[in-house]
């Protein structure tokens, strides 16, 4: 089995900053693309960032410039800096990642549990 355990939410004013992450473990063989959504209540879960096993990165308009997603395959582990956080990016965040679990295994997408980031006025 596999898990993807986030941290890193939390409160935080307007113009600051956080930085999430999330670590694979389990049965991984390979990791392919890892990946941040959010969502807020009433909303569709959105991509907010994507980084893939060579560490191309794409982005949602609202955050380029101001989010940076990295990872670090020897820890299977992906990053999200947060700067200059706005209300807007309050949401719970999601970190999604698509492994393998074997040579010859399919590859699957997994979820983490989601963690709260809040920003204030």
């Known amino acids: 089995q596999v898990q993807l355990v986030e941290s890193g939410g939390g409160l935080v004013q307007t113009g600051g900053s956080l930085r999430l992450s999330c670590a694979a473990s389990?049965?991984?063989?390979?990791?392919?693309?890892m990946s941040w959504y959010r969502q807020v209540p009433g909303k569709q879960r959105e991509l907010v960032a994507r980084i893939n096993s060579s560490g191309a990165t794409t982005y949602t308009d609202s955050v380029k410039g101001r989010f940076t997603i990295s990872r670090d395959s020897a820890k299977n582990t992906v990053y999200l800096q947060m700067n200059s956080l706005k209300p807007e990016d309050t949401a719970v965040y999601y970190c999604?990642?698509?492994?393998?679990?074997?040579?010859?295994?399919?590859?699957?997408?997994?979820w983490g549990q989601g963690t709260q980031v809040t920003v204030s006025l």
């Open positions: 999604n990642a698509v492994i393998a679990a074997g040579i010859t295994s399919p590859l699957i997408p997994y």
């Open positions: 389990g049965s991984i063989f390979s990791i392919n693309f």
